[in-house]
């Protein structure tokens, strides 16, 4: 069984940094590590995923402040986040690609504030 455990969210004034961890346990072969978030009233939206091999992609959003980063040897995900605005506000979700099946976490809150 996996389990996808995320943690690092918290209050943080606009222009400030925040580093979201996820870890993913149990015997899996990831292919894609990223990160989600949802805001209220909002659709769930992709910010940066991370291929295997090492190749990011990011939401024009937060390009240039975002960089996100893989441990293929600890089934690990990592997220900073800089220069944070307002509208970064939300829920962040992991998101753990393997063969055949997509692992989520349970979501870490971030908030901005201005």
């Known amino acids: 069984q996996v389990h996808v455990v995320e943690s690092g969210g918290g209050l943080v004034q606009a222009g400030g940094s925040l580093r979201l961890s996820c870890a993913a346990s149990?015997?899996?072969?990831?292919?894609?590590m990223g990160w989600y978030r949802q805001a209220p009233g909002l659709l769930r939206e992709l910010v940066a995923t991370?291929?295997?091999?090492?190749?990011?992609t990011y939401a024009d959003s937060v390009k240039g402040r975002f960089a996100i980063s893989g441990d293929n040897a600890k089934n690990t995900v990592y997220l900073q986040m800089n220069s944070l605005k307002p509208e970064d506000t939300a829920v962040y979700y992991c998101?753990?690609?393997?063969?055949?099946?997509?692992?989520w976490g349970q979501g870490t809150q971030v908030t901005v504030s201005s």
């Open positions: 991370i291929t295997r091999d090492g190749t990011p």
């Open positions: 149990g015997s899996i072969f990831i292919s894609t």
């Open positions: 998101q753990i690609t393997a063969v055949l099946t997509t692992y």
